[in-house]
């Protein structure tokens, strides 16, 4: 379990194909406080921990895993890291799971005052869960939902980037075009499963 404030920025080191794919990430963590078979959530994925070094770890990603998210599996790709939540931890965004719901592409990235303006799309299987001031994790930063907008070519939500987001997340170098990892809320999900039954 996550909240989707990002604690680290890693970076991808190597990439191995050996069956499922091993993923170096180099970071700041002091790994000697990470155990092996400990969940770190890289950009949104929750992710197992099965080997590491001084100053960095390696996890093992399925191809599910890399057929369901953006495109961050590359040597030099900068990574949004959180470790998992112990209890008592403060929770600071929201309640986060670390499951990729989809992929959301970039529609525009525009300053406003000190922050960007940022407006994803996303598939229409998603769509039903986005919210005006609901919760929305994209590359597994928590962030709060500004407009949604749902048109003939599908739903596109804006997100306000402020200063700081920009600063401690890869958020603060999204472009047009890009593809990000969105996790819906949890408690979205759960709602609309209860509003599937009591329809039957």
């Known amino acids: 379990m996550f909240t989707g404030i990002v604690t680290d920025i890693g970076s991808v080191t ?4 050996r ?8 970071t700041a963590y002091d ?4 155990d092996l078979g400990a969940s770190i959530a890289c ?5 197992t921990v099965v080997e590491k070094g001084p100053d960095w770890f390696a996890v093992d990603v399925s191809a599910e895993t890399i057929s369901r998210t953006a495109d961050q599996w590359t040597t030099g790709q900068r990574l949004n890291l959180e470790r998992a939540m112990k209890l008592g931890d403060e929770l600071g965004g929201h309640i986060v799971t670390g499951h990729v719901d989809g992929v959301g592409h970039v529609v525009s990235v525009t300053e406003e005052g000190g922050s960007h ?3 994803v799309s996303v598939p229409s299987d998603l769509a039903p869960f986005m919210a005006t001031k609901g919760s929305v994790t994209v590359d597994g930063v928590s962030l709060t939902v500004n407009s949604v907008e749902d048109g003939a070519d ?7 980037i402020i200063p700081h987001t920009a ?3 890869t958020l603060g170098g999204i472009t047009e075009g890009q593809r990000v990892n969105i996790e ?3 408690l979205a999900r759960y709602l609309q499963r209860m509003e599937h039954y009591r329809g039957r």
Do not use: H, K, P, Q
């Open 14 to 17: 190597s990439v191995e194909t």
């Open 19 to 26: 069956g499922d794919t091993r993923v170096v990430i180099a």
């Open 31 to 34: 790994t000697a406080s990470i």
């Open 43 to 47: 950009s949104g994925v929750c992710l």
């Open 117 to 119: 303006r940022v407006f």
């Open 154 to 160: 599908g739903t596109v939500f804006g997100l306000n």
């Open 167 to 169: 600063a401690v997340t």
């Open 184 to 186: 819906i809320d949890v």
